[in-house]
C-alpha cells in the first residue's frame, strides 16, 4: 500500500500594488497607471516642515514686550526711520506727497516687524493663470495663534505707457485724468514679475500690519515722524533754506513753493516744510515732475486742467516732438507720424 503524502504551502497574499498604481480591469485586458511618487514625497516635506513650524512656534513663543523694544530701537536707526537731514528719509515710512499725500508704514517696516515677532510664515501660491491674467495667493500666518490673513492678488499682463516703440501695437488707446493719452499694451515677462513682486509685498505688508499690535504700531508711527521733523522742528529757518535751495537746483523758484502751499514760506509750518523735503526727493529722484505736481493740484481743487497733452521736458520732449503724433481720420488710435526736421 502506497501513501501519498501532500504538502500543502501556506497561501502567500498577493503583492499589493505599489504606492500610486491603480489598476483598471476590462474584458480581457488589463491597464495599469502608474502615477509620480515625487508629488507624494514633496506632500510629505510640506507636511513635515509645517509640523515643525509650529512645533518652534509652541516651544519659542514670543514675548511682546521683546517685540516692541526691538521696533523702537530699530526705529533709531537712521537708514531705517529718517533722520534730520534733507538727503536721509528712511526705509520704514513712505510718503507721496502728491495731491492730498499718501503716507504709511513701508514694507521694510513690515519686514522688520516680522524679524522681531518671529513665528510668521508667509506663504504664496499660484492658483491660476491664463493669457490675461495671472492669480496669487498671499497667506500671512501667525503660528503661535493660528491666526492667517490670506489675499488674492490678481496681476493682468498688460502695462500702460505714454509712447509706443517702434513695431508695437496698443491694445486699446485711453485718456487719463491729464487728457494724456495713453497705451495699454501687453506685458513681457520682466513687466509681470515686477508686478507680481510689488502687489504680494503689499500684500505682506498689510498682512503683517494686522498682526502687529496698534499700541506698538502707533508708538513706532510717532518716533519715526519725530525723527524725520527733527531738523525742521529745532532749526525752521535753516531747513527752510535748504529746501527752497533744493527745489532752486531743480529750477523750482520761491515763488513757487509760495503758491504751491498757499502762504510766505516764512509762514511755512514744521510739517509744511518736511513735505516739502519729500516731495523735492520724489522730484530729484525721477519719480514725479513739478508739472505733475501742479496739475494733481488743480484736479483736486476742481480746478480743469488745460486741454490736450503738455510737451514734455528735456531730450524727451524733443524726440517727442520730433516723432509727433497723428491720428487717421475715424481711427482712435495714434500712430507716430513720420515728420522730418524742419517740417
Given at each position: 500500500?502506497?501513501?501519498t503524502t501532500?504538502?500543502q504551502?501556506p497561501?502567500q497574499a498577493a503583492?499589493k500594488p505599489?504606492?500610486?498604481?491603480?489598476?483598471?480591469e476590462?474584458?480581457?485586458q488589463?491597464i495599469e497607471?502608474?502615477?509620480?511618487?515625487?508629488?507624494?514625497?514633496?506632500a510629505?516635506?510640506?507636511e513635515?516642515?509645517?509640523?515643525?513650524?509650529?512645533?518652534?512656534?509652541?516651544?519659542?513663543?514670543?514675548?511682546?514686550?521683546d517685540?516692541?523694544?526691538?521696533?523702537?530701537?530699530?526705529?533709531?536707526r537712521?537708514g531705517f526711520?529718517g533722520?534730520?537731514?534733507?538727503?536721509?528719509?528712511?526705509?520704514a515710512?513712505?510718503?507721496?506727497p502728491?495731491g492730498?499725500?499718501v503716507e504709511?508704514?513701508s514694507?521694510?517696516?513690515a519686514?522688520?516687524?516680522?524679524?522681531?515677532?518671529?513665528?510668521?510664515d508667509?506663504?504664496?501660491t499660484?492658483?491660476?493663470?491664463?493669457?490675461?491674467?495671472?492669480v496669487?495667493r498671499v497667506?500671512?500666518?501667525d503660528?503661535?495663534?493660528n491666526?492667517?490673513?490670506p489675499?488674492?492678488?490678481?496681476?493682468?499682463?498688460t502695462?500702460?505707457r505714454?509712447?509706443?516703440?517702434k513695431?508695437e501695437?496698443?491694445l486699446?488707446?485711453?485718456?487719463?485724468?491729464?487728457?494724456e493719452t495713453?497705451?495699454?499694451?501687453?506685458?513681457?515677462e520682466?513687466?509681470?514679475?515686477q508686478?507680481?513682486?510689488?502687489?504680494a509685498?503689499?500684500?505682506?505688508?498689510?498682512?503683517?500690519?494686522?498682526?502687529?499690535p496698534?499700541?506698538?504700531?502707533?508708538e513706532?508711527?510717532t518716533?519715526i515722524l519725530?525723527?524725520?521733523q527733527?531738523?525742521a522742528?529745532?532749526?525752521?529757518?535753516?531747513?527752510?533754506?535748504?529746501?527752497?535751495?533744493?527745489?532752486?537746483?531743480?529750477n523750482?523758484?520761491?515763488?513757487?513753493?509760495?503758491k504751491y502751499?498757499?502762504?510766505?514760506?516764512?509762514?511755512a509750518?514744521?510739517?509744511?516744510?518736511?513735505d516739502l523735503r519729500?516731495?523735492?526727493?520724489?522730484?530729484e529722484?525721477g519719480?514725479?515732475?513739478?508739472?505733475?505736481?501742479?496739475?494733481?493740484?488743480?484736479?483736486?481743487?476742481?480746478e480743469?486742467?488745460?486741454?490736450g497733452?503738455k510737451?514734455?521736458?528735456?531730450?524727451e520732449?524733443?524726440?517727442d516732438?520730433?516723432?509727433?503724433t497723428?491720428?487717421?481720420?475715424g481711427?482712435?488710435?495714434?500712430k507716430?507720424a513720420?515728420?522730418?526736421?524742419?517740417?
Open positions: 500500500m502506497t501513501t501532500e504538502t504551502k497561501l503583492p505599489p504606492v500610486g498604481v491603480t489598476r483598471y476590462g474584458a480581457a488589463e497607471r502608474r502615477g509620480d511618487t515625487s508629488a507624494v514625497m514633496l510629505a516635506q510640506a513635515a516642515m509645517v509640523k515643525a513650524r509650529f512645533y518652534i512656534a509652541l516651544n519659542r513663543p514670543r514675548d511682546w514686550d517685540v516692541r523694544a526691538k521696533l523702537l530701537r530699530a526705529c533709531e537712521p526711520a533722520s534730520a537731514t534733507e538727503k536721509v528719509w528712511g526705509a515710512w513712505f510718503r507721496k502728491v492730498e499725500g504709511g508704514f514694507i521694510r517696516f519686514e522688520e516687524a516680522l524679524r522681531c515677532m518671529g513665528n510668521i508667509i506663504e504664496t499660484p492658483i491660476y493663470e491664463d493669457e490675461q491674467k495671472r496669487l497667506t500671512v500666518l503660528l503661535e495663534s491666526t492667517s490673513f489675499t488674492s492678488v490678481t496681476i493682468e499682463k502695462i500702460v505714454k509712447f509706443l516703440k513695431g501695437e496698443a486699446r488707446v485711453m485718456v487719463n485724468s491729464r487728457n495713453t497705451y495699454l499694451l501687453p506685458a513681457g520682466d513687466d509681470v514679475f508686478k507680481q513682486q510689488v502687489m509685498s503689499k500684500a505682506i505688508r498689510n498682512g503683517v500690519l494686522r498682526l502687529l496698534g499700541d506698538i504700531q502707533a513706532c508711527r518716533r519725530a525723527i524725520r527733527g531738523e522742528a529745532k532749526d525752521p529757518d535753516g531747513f527752510r533754506k535748504k529746501v527752497a535751495d533744493g527745489f532752486a537746483k531743480l523750482v523758484l520761491p515763488s513757487d513753493l509760495k502751499i498757499g502762504h510766505d514760506l516764512a509762514q509750518s514744521p510739517a509744511e516744510l518736511t519729500d516731495l523735492w526727493q520724489q522730484i529722484e519719480k514725479t515732475t513739478w508739472a505733475s505736481v501742479l496739475e494733481a493740484q488743480a484736479e483736486e481743487r476742481g480743469q486742467p488745460p486741454p497733452e510737451p514734455k521736458p528735456g531730450l520732449g524733443l524726440t516732438k520730433l516723432k509727433g497723428e491720428r487717421e481720420p481711427s482712435d488710435e495714434a507716430p513720420q515728420r522730418r526736421l524742419g517740417e
